[in-house]
């Protein structure tokens, strides 16, 4: 375990308080022109633009007044003499932009604000005639050179009505470059990172699941106001994360009275049926092969219901959304000679429902108030041929989330936000037949709870965060945000196999039961865990935006995290101490008109310690095996009379493992380091171009590895009796968290003795033998968007990149393992062999194009495109040669086929995967309010591309050839089409 240490958090603390009050003493006595100051942009943005007249002079002393469109939020600026101004704070959304020059000119303009950006735009505003007066119906939008984040502003709502995209935010995340979805868990895989690497916001408050990191809280499409999705480059005040981070605000209420109602279908009749695969074909009777339909039916039905406007005009707001939901999908699994096997139907009833309350206390102090649902249960009614009873299935998610946050402006220099919120979120699968064994026969879950772990649990988490923004001039403009945030998080779980055991049967010659010659056999997996599990992480952060000059810009950065994570019994395993994290950014303005700029940047980013860990590795966790002939069994609960044991193996005992003991006490976590050089052009014509490159390389990864396996040679080393080793059990039942191909510091057990028992000892890299953890990443992205005039807009990326290394980064595509932090990739020394080659989120090419087109002025449509190259594939087998001593030859695992090292990624390449999605909206104005209506088709020539393989080339042992074996998994989802309606007002 590392040592807290209070000393180095005393000085992160004193070091960015210092900073803090060195910036207000600076911006007093420095400060030569009123500057205001920006909050945190998890939930706002800034406006900032330059008034010239028609002669293209700076317009000094311009008075700026902007009004919402929809939120009723009104200020006022001057320009100064370079004819510039800067609005911070600014609530989302469009706004009308007034401009009346020192002259007397006046212009009228309409801009959007967008989450976490400077929205910097040009304005024209008069000649040299004081009665000139310029009305433009469009302000031009430069670049923004006040970061050097990657990534994309999404405006959901207008997004959602001009091209045909999905109704969730990895549908919007895919049009975002750089980005592809991750087939087989879902969440989105940003430049080369897992999928459990991302941190999702809520109005600035982490709604990320804390277990395993695959994603956050649920939220209906007609919820959101805006998403931000950051690729790279973003500042110190965002952390935890080596993926992406995904920023999403609500929608909110204003002056005005507004609502509407949405109604969308996906009708069953209108939508193709995905393809067969095969499951199971190594049985000599060709008639009890298994495949499987993933979709056999749909039929969605969704409706969404808002009002918002004021409770007290000018001063208090409220949104409320109500989201009543009907979802079905229906698949099938069937037996080589035709007849099924079982048909499964997954519904999903329950609603989603929210609002938020806008308080405006006077124009400089507002506290906004979130609170949201997204309780569900994913009902799956499962049936076997034959049998009539519905093995039912409740997989419960979802909980409770509220958000407070205060936001006030005391100065023209100062600005302080703070943030509270609290959620919680079921972690629940159950059935009526969880007391039953669960049995595996034939390719299916015949007996007791299909999903065969019976879980029941909740997690909670606190969030307290606050933020304060400063604005002064030192040889240059600065804005210093410094910020200090703490999240407690607690993990409660209760999970077993059904009926406490879990039986699956093989037949006579497997490998397992002994190889060839030998008899039939049953493998009986017994597993059991519970307890409460806390973790707690505590960041500090101080980042500097600094414009040097008109055309130069620094941004400046420092993060400090703490993680500490706890055991069943409340000890602290894990408790690093403050990791700092630089971040260094640079923009320069090449023509110094805000047409082209060029970026860099540099920075580091930590990953939590996911409580996953927690729950497996410091739990009370019981899972053993043990494999069994038999001859007879139950004709009802399929239970067979066992036999000979043939092998049996304990994976962990049962008891909560000494949390000294548990943790290479030189440990770093996940960390990442990213650099990145990109390009930006702005034409006159209004399009914009780009060039990025990306470099990211994997700095740690924290791995549990089986020091069983390199038992002797570590006793050996360290010069430990024999009894004292034979006795002895390194950490929890022989398993370790450390950082592979680094030394291990490791504390032993009281099991080692008293002479052993309690030291802590150093083992070499080269003795323990596991390689380093690598992972690299390097892509280059084009992108180009002609903005929206009116008539149409086009935009698209192509992205080439290469994502090599030996880990993919917490979880395991390869078997689609979710044990975030504790995958099977450095369990034994054996299973590393071949292990380095191309990861699963590899994708060489990643072109995307989306566009929209105004036919009249009632009818619009929209497309959607991707090509997307193959995934590559090894083969996956049992290490051949388990007398050597580096791994056991039971387990699916290695990258060995048929004895042979068949390295990851080596083998054979997936399919191509290509997609059109189009859309119709037909838009009609009625004496009150709108009426649209809409027609998406998603995958419009039906492509079947199979976007997984089969990577496991052997069947229960070495040599047994697995008939599936690069075969397709899994396709890409067919044809469907979703109708909707919608009336607003």
Not at 212 to 219: S, Y
Not at 408 to 423: P, R
Not at 724 to 742: A, D, E, I, Q, R
């Amino acid at each position: 375990m590392i040592n807290k240490s209070k000393r180095s958090g005393l000085m992160v603390s004193t070091t960015l308080c210092g900073a803090l009050l060195s910036a207000v003493a600076l911006s007093a006595i420095t400060s030569v022109v009123p500057t205001v100051a920006v909050a945190q942009d998890l939930t706002s943005g800034t406006l900032a633009g330059t008034v010239k007249s028609e002669e293209g002079k700076a317009a000094a002393g311009a008075t700026v007044v902007i009004t919402g469109e929809s939120n009723g939020y009104t200020t006022t600026a001057k320009t100064g003499v370079d004819g510039t101004f800067k609005m911070s704070q600014i609530p989302l959304g469009r706004y009308t932009v007034s401009i009346t020059t020192a002259s007397g000119a006046k212009a009228e303009e309409t801009v959007l604000v967008t989450l976490g950006a400077v929205s910097n735009y040009e304005f024209t505003a008069g000649g040299s005639s004081i009665e000139t007066v310029v009305v433009r119906g469009k302000a031009r939008r430069n670049l923004d050179f006040d970061r050097t984040t990657t990534g994309s502003v999404l405006d959901v709502q207008t997004v959602a009505e001009r091209i045909p995209v999905g109704r969730s935010i990895e549908a919007l995340a895919d049009l975002v470059p750089g980005i592809t979805i991750n087939d087989v868990f879902g969440p989105p895989s940003i430049s080369g990172a897992s999928p459990a690497e991302n941190i999702y916001y809520v109005n600035g408050m982490n709604v990320t699941n804390f277990r395993n990191f695959l994603g956050g809280t649920t939220i209906p499409f007609d919820f959101y106001e805006q998403i931000e999705v950051k690729t790279g480059g973003y500042s110190a005040e965002y952390g935890r994360s080596t993926g992406g981070a995904f920023i999403a605000t609500t929608r909110s209420g204003s002056n005005t009275f507004k609502g509407g109602v949405s109604l969308y279908y996906t009708p069953d009749s209108l939508a193709s049926k995905s393809q067969v695969v095969a499951s199971d074909l190594n049985d000599a009777d060709s008639d009890l092969h298994t495949y499987f339909q993933g979709r056999t039916g749909i039929d969605q039905k969704e409706a969404n219901v808002w009002l918002s406007g004021p409770i007290v005009k000018d001063h208090v707001y409220f949104f409320a959304f109500y989201n009543p939901r009907d979802f079905s999908q229906s698949s099938r699994a069937s037996y080589g000679n035709g007849s099924t096997n079982y048909v499964e139907e997954a519904e999903q009833k329950d609603p989603f429902w929210g609002g938020k309350l806008d308080f405006v206390l006077n124009p400089n102090h507002r506290l906004e108030v979130t609170y949201f649902s997204d309780d569900q249960t994913e009902a799956t009614h499962h049936f076997d041929a034959g049998d009539p009873v519905d093995k039912l299935v409740n997989n419960s998610t979802g909980g409770k989330t509220q958000v407070y946050k205060y936001t006030g402006k005391f100065t023209d220099w100062f600005t302080l936000s703070m943030l509270y919120g609290k959620s919680s979120y079921n972690q629940t699968i159950k059935s009526f037949l969880d007391d039953a064994n669960a049995v595996y026969l034939d390719g299916a879950v015949v007996r007791g709870n299909p999903a065969i772990l019976v879980e029941e649990g909740d997690d909670n988490r606190e969030n307290f965060r606050v933020d304060g923004d400063f604005y002064f001039n030192l040889l240059g403009k600065h804005h210093l945000k410094v910020g200090y945030d703490l999240e407690q998080l607690t993990a409660n779980v209760i999970s077993r196999y059904s009926g406490g055991g879990y039986y699956r049967y093989y037949n006579a010659g497997s490998a397992i039961c002994g190889g060839a010659g030998s008899a039939q056999c049953v493998r009986l997996r017994e597993y059991s865990n519970s307890g409460g599990f806390d973790v707690e992480n505590t960041s500090f952060y101080a980042q500097d935006s600094w414009e040097i000059n008109d055309r130069l810009a620094l941004n400046l950065g420092l993060r400090a995290d703490k993680f500490t994570n706890k055991n069943a019994a409340g000890d602290a395993f894990i408790e690093t101490d403050y990791l700092i994290a630089p971040r260094v950014g640079l923009s320069y303005d090449v023509y110094g008109d805000k047409s082209m700029k060029m970026t860099a940047f540099f920075g580091r980013y930590y990953l939590p310690i996911a409580g996953n860990t927690n729950i497996r590795l410091a739990g009370g966790e019981l899972f053993t095996q043990k494999v069994y002939t038999w001859t007879t069994r139950d004709a009802n609960t399929l239970v067979p009379t066992l036999g000979t044991l043939v092998s049996e193996a304990t994976f962990s005992d049962g008891s909560i493992p000494e949390a000294s003991t548990l943790v290479s006490q030189n440990i770093d976590p996940q960390y990442q380091d990213e650099f990145i050089v990109g390009v930006q052009k702005r034409f006159e014509n209004g399009w914009k171009a780009g060039v990025t490159f990306t470099y990211r390389k994997l700095g740690a990864a924290m791995e549990d590895v089986n020091l069983y396996y390199v038992n002797n040679d570590v006793c050996s080393y360290l010069g430990i009796d024999a009894t004292s080793c034979n006795n002895g059990t390194f950490g929890g039942s022989g398993y370790v968290l450390l950082n592979p191909g680094k030394d291990a510091v490791i504390t032993l057990g009281s099991d080692f003795g008293t002479t052993w028992g309690g030291r802590t000892v150093t083992i070499p890299a080269d003795v323990l033998g596991y390689p380093e953890a690598k992972r690299n990443y390097q892509g280059v992205t084009f992108d180009f968007e002609r903005p929206w005039d009116g008539k149409w807009s086009l935009g698209g990326s192509l992205t080439l990149s290469s994502t090599k290394g030996n880990i993919e980064g917490g979880v395991k595509s390869d078997n689609g393992q979710d044990d975030t932090g504790l995958t099977q990739d450095f369990d034994e020394v054996g299973w590393t062999d071949g292990s380095f080659g191309f990861l699963p989120n590899h994708h060489g090419y990643n072109l995307k194009a989306f566009g929209t087109y105004q036919f009249n002025d009632n009818l619009r449509g929209g497309f959607n495109a991707s090509i997307l190259s193959p995934r590559k594939y090894g083969c996956i087998g049992y290490y051949p040669t388990p007398s050597d001593g580096r791994a056991v030859d039971t387990t699916l695992t290695a990258w060995y086929c048929d004895s042979k090292l068949t390295p990851r990624g080596s083998s054979f390449d997936g399919e191509w995967i290509k997609r059109l999605d189009l859309n119709l909206t037909w838009e009609q104005p009625i004496p009150i309010g709108t009426v649209k209506l809409t027609a998406d088709v998603f995958n419009v020539f039906n492509a079947k591309g199979a976007d997984q393989f089969h990577e496991e080339g052997e069947y229960t042992g070495v040599g047994e050839y697995r008939e599936t074996y690069a075969m397709p998994s899994s396709y890409q989802t067919p044809r469907y089409v979703r109708l909707g309606l919608k009336y607003e007002f």
